[in-house]
């Protein structure tokens, strides 16, 4: 993986796939490249290490012409990352260039192969196996490049999204996908490929997504066809992009991060938005409701999810148990595929993901819904794989999210998981009728409190930069705010290369307390609701250790405050809510450490943004 763009028009293609790579900068890459077909038919190669800025100067001599061309950006899997590894690849005979995002998993099996029938390889990619095996087919078949990419793509086994051009063939792109997303752009006499909208909406609005296991092929002044890899033709609805252009700038902060830090009030609004009415004390979702029965009969909801979607479910966990009675269990998604999970018909699997395409997520939808599960996603990517794959779901509404490290897309999957449990429990009937008019009234509010919350952005930024020394960070809390430690953690080692661990805090005394010193800081999420007393305790702990206390605390807490070598206070909540405010100090602490650092925020080091690999 990590970014495709393809080009066939009437325009120079250079500059829009360089524009298309810069707008997939936000996934995640380690070097850069394009293909391109000028007017002779010469099929020109050109890649490098780096960002795609380095490809640029790279190309500033070089003759980039041509009305058709394909480009990525490579997050490496196989091989390191430098100039002969980086996408596209040519064939042997440079006659046609290919990339690709995705693992081949027996190409080392094709490789061997192809060596053993004279073939040269220059990389250590799977990828150029790939592109290999199409020239093969087609010389050896006497077939066009079409079908030489669907008969290749019956022998490979994995994961890939692809596009191919032909030295010869001026006027077409073909593509493919399998695990891996591709969107196609419709254009007035041009098309645009791309790993998702982001490269597109700056030319269209109308785009065809491609399911699993189909091959598109893209020709000059022609409509595109799509057939499937065992040949069969289909037809595609062309569906309508939501997003804007605006949504893809920084909108005047010096970076994605903190803009979309800072977006959440808003976002948070629009992802409760016609889903909860004050005046009516009602909540209401329709995934939820056209489903009543199976929610209502369910003895046990499966969370499936990643990275900080995971930390998400945990907290969906205690909100769906707390108010709706139904046993829930989170998942990795990467362990839940590959455990021989018990799974029966009358569970209820939520798959919560921003992307909408993150495979570990995707292969346990699929392993669910094998086993007879009612699968439920949450998701922020209109159209992306996973609601096309899930049974009914809801959407964030919270727009692209460039940053690597999720801020906005966390806070509205707990808005959402916090909505789904208030409707189940009122269908249910498990929730006091006074309590839910409570939730529903406090729930409206956030927004607001998060805007106050966001008021102590210059208040953190003082005293984070006191903390670019260490090394490593813990983060404490409990009940509903132990999700949040794990969360904030994650953030700290995304961004900023500090090793952090989140524990409930009445696990510190099981091992982290042996860490503690006064080089060590502590992150304490210490609201005045659920176990305050004995967090407290925890602290008093912590500073008997001298180690360097952070705490997260109730707007007017002077003990907590006073005990603590810095505070972040927060305005009061209910319990059940106080992460959508907690996580948000969280974030700016974590943001500012970086920025101070000198690190990229919103391209770090070794990660992409959706991970669409194993």
């Known amino acids: 993986m990590c970014g495709i763009v393809g080009y066939l028009g009437n325009k120079e293609a250079y500059p829009i796939l360089i524009k298309g790579l810069h707008r997939l900068e936000y996934r995640g890459y380690d070097s850069a490249g394009v293909a391109l077909v000028n007017k002779d038919n010469e099929l020109k190669v050109f890649k490098a290490k780096g960002k795609v800025i380095d490809l640029e100067n790279f190309t500033k001599d070089k003759d980039i012409s041509g009305t058709?061309?394909?480009?990525?950006?490579?997050?490496?899997?196989?091989?390191?990352?430098?100039?002969?590894?980086?996408?596209p690849h040519y064939s042997q005979s440079s006659s046609l260039a290919l990339i690709h995002n995705g693992i081949i998993e027996n190409y080392a099996i094709i490789k061997e192969d192809l060596i053993n029938r004279g073939f040269n390889f220059q990389s250590d990619t799977d990828t150029e196996v790939l592109v290999q095996l199409i020239e093969y087919i087609k010389n050896t078949n006497k077939?066009?490049?079409?079908?030489?990419?669907?008969?290749?793509l019956t022998q490979a086994i994995g994961a890939y999204a692809i596009a191919v051009i032909e030295k010869n063939n001026p006027d077409m792109i073909v593509a493919a996908r399998k695990s891996s997303p591709l969107v196609i752009g419709?254009?007035?006499?041009?098309?645009?490929?791309?790993?998702?909208?982001?490269?597109?909406?700056?030319?269209t609005n109308r785009v065809i997504y491609l399911d699993d296991e189909e091959i598109a092929v893209i020709q000059r002044g022609k409509e595109v066809?799509?057939?499937?890899?065992?040949?069969?033709?289909?037809?595609?609805?062309?569906?309508?992009?939501?997003?804007?252009?605006?949504?893809?700038?920084?909108?005047?902060?010096?970076?994605?991060?903190?803009k979309e830090i800072h977006e959440q009030p808003r976002r948070i609004e629009e992802a409760m938005r016609g889903r909860i009415n004050v005046e009516g004390n009602?909540?209401?979702?329709?995934?939820?409701?056209?489903?009543?029965?199976?929610?209502?009969?369910?003895?046990?909801?499966?969370?499936?999810?990643?990275?900080?979607?995971?930390?998400?479910?945990?907290?969906?966990?205690?909100?769906?148990?707390?108010?709706?009675?139904?046993?829930?269990?989170?998942?990795?998604?990467?362990?839940?595929?590959?455990?021989?999970?018990?799974?029966?018909?009358?569970?209820?699997?939520?798959?919560?993901?921003?992307?909408?395409?993150?495979?570990?997520?995707?292969?346990?939808?699929?392993?669910?819904?094998?086993?007879?599960?009612?699968?439920?996603?949450?998701?922020?990517?209109?159209?992306s794989s996973i609601p096309r794959n899930t049974d009914s779901g809801s959407y964030t509404h919270v727009g692209p999210e460039i940053g690597v490290a999720s801020t906005k897309a966390f806070t509205a999957q707990v808005t959402v998981l916090s909505l789904i449990a208030m409707t189940i429990a009122k269908l249910k009937g498990t929730?006091?009728?006074?309590?839910?008019?409570?939730?529903?009234?406090?729930?409206?509010?956030?927004?607001?409190?998060?805007?106050?919350?966001?008021?102590?952005?210059?208040?953190?930024?003082?005293?984070?930069?006191?903390?670019?020394?260490?090394?490593?960070?813990?983060?404490?809390?409990?009940?509903?705010?132990?999700?949040?430690?794990?969360?904030?953690?994650?953030?700290?080692?995304?961004?900023s290369y500090i090793h952090a661990e989140g524990y409930p805090a009445a696990e510190m005394k099981h091992g982290p307390i042996?860490?503690?010193?006064?080089?060590?800081?502590?992150?304490?999420?210490?609201?005045?609701?659920?176990?305050?007393?004995?967090?407290?305790?925890?602290?008093?702990?912590?500073?008997?250790?001298?180690?360097?206390?952070?705490?997260?605390?109730?707007?007017?807490?002077?003990?907590?405050?006073?005990?603590?070598?810095?505070?972040?206070?927060?305005?009061?909540?209910?319990?059940?809510?106080?992460?959508?405010?907690?996580?948000?100090?969280?974030?700016?602490?974590?943001y500012h450490i970086a920025v101070v650092k000198g690190c990229n925020v919103d391209q770090p080091r070794n990660l992409a943004k959706s991970v669409t690999v194993e």
């Open 68 to 87: 058709i061309g394909i480009a990525h950006t490579r997050w490496a899997t196989h091989g390191e990352p430098n100039d002969i590894n980086a996408h």
């Open 143 to 152: 077939v066009c490049l079409e079908k030489a990419v669907q008969l290749a």
């Open 186 to 203: 419709i254009g007035d006499d041009e098309f645009f490929l791309a790993s998702d909208a982001t490269p597109i909406i700056e030319y």
């Open 225 to 258: 066809k799509i057939k499937t890899i065992s040949d069969v033709e289909k037809t595609h609805e062309i569906k309508e992009l939501e997003m804007s252009l605006n949504e893809l700038e920084k909108g005047g902060y010096p970076h994605f991060m903190l």
């Open 282 to 383: 009602t909540v209401s979702l329709a995934g939820i409701i056209d489903n009543k029965e199976k929610f209502l009969k369910a003895k046990r909801i499966l969370i499936v999810a990643c990275g900080t979607s995971w930390h998400a479910g945990l907290i969906g966990e205690y909100l769906i148990e707390e108010l709706a009675r139904i046993p829930v269990e989170v998942e990795y998604a990467s362990e839940f595929r590959y455990r021989n999970p018990i799974i029966n018909k009358g569970d209820i699997v939520i798959a919560i993901s921003q992307s909408g395409e993150t495979a570990d997520t995707l292969a346990a939808i699929e392993l669910a819904r094998r086993n007879g599960a009612f699968v439920y996603g949450i998701c922020n990517v209109v159209g």
């Open 431 to 495: 929730i006091d009728p006074i309590h839910f008019e409570c939730l529903v009234k406090e729930l409206s509010l956030i927004p607001e409190k998060m805007k106050k919350t966001l008021e102590l952005n210059q208040r953190i930024y003082e005293f984070a930069r006191i903390f670019t020394y260490a090394k490593n960070f813990i983060y404490l809390g409990r009940g509903y705010n132990y999700p949040v430690a794990l969360e904030g953690a994650l953030k700290l080692k995304e961004i």
């Open 514 to 590: 042996a860490l503690i010193d006064a080089e060590m800081p502590v992150v304490v999420i210490a609201p005045n609701k659920g176990m305050y007393e004995k967090t407290i305790s925890n602290i008093q702990e912590v500073k008997a250790r001298k180690g360097k206390v952070i705490a997260i605390v109730t707007e007017g807490d002077e003990t907590v405050k006073k005990m603590s070598d810095y505070s972040i206070e927060i305005p009061e909540t209910e319990e059940c809510f106080v992460p959508l405010l907690a996580a948000i100090p969280l974030q700016l602490l974590a």
